[in-house]
C-alpha cells in the first residue's frame, strides 16, 4: 500500500479534515486531528461504494 497520506481538498478550512491512503487493494482513511486514533481500511468495492454515495449526497 502507498505511504503517502493526501488531505482531502473539502478539508482546506481546517475544520473536519480526512486524509486517504489508496492503492490497488483499497484505501485507507483516517482523522487530519487524530492521527494517533488510527485509520479505517476500505477493499476496493466498499471504497467505490463510499464514493458514490458521498458524491450523489453532494449533488
Not at 491512503?21 to 476496493?44: C, K, M, S, Y
Request: proline share 2%; hydrophobic share 30%.
Amino acid at each position: 500500500m502507498s505511504t503517502e497520506w493526501h488531505k482531502s481538498t473539502y478539508s482546506a478550512t481546517g475544520g473536519n479534515c480526512v486524509e486517504i491512503r489508496a492503492a490497488i487493494t483499497g484505501a485507507d482513511v483516517r482523522d487530519t486531528q487524530n492521527r494517533e486514533a488510527g485509520h479505517l481500511t476500505f477493499d476496493p468495492s466498499e471504497w467505490t461504494v463510499l464514493l458514490n454515495r458521498v458524491r450523489s449526497q453532494n449533488r
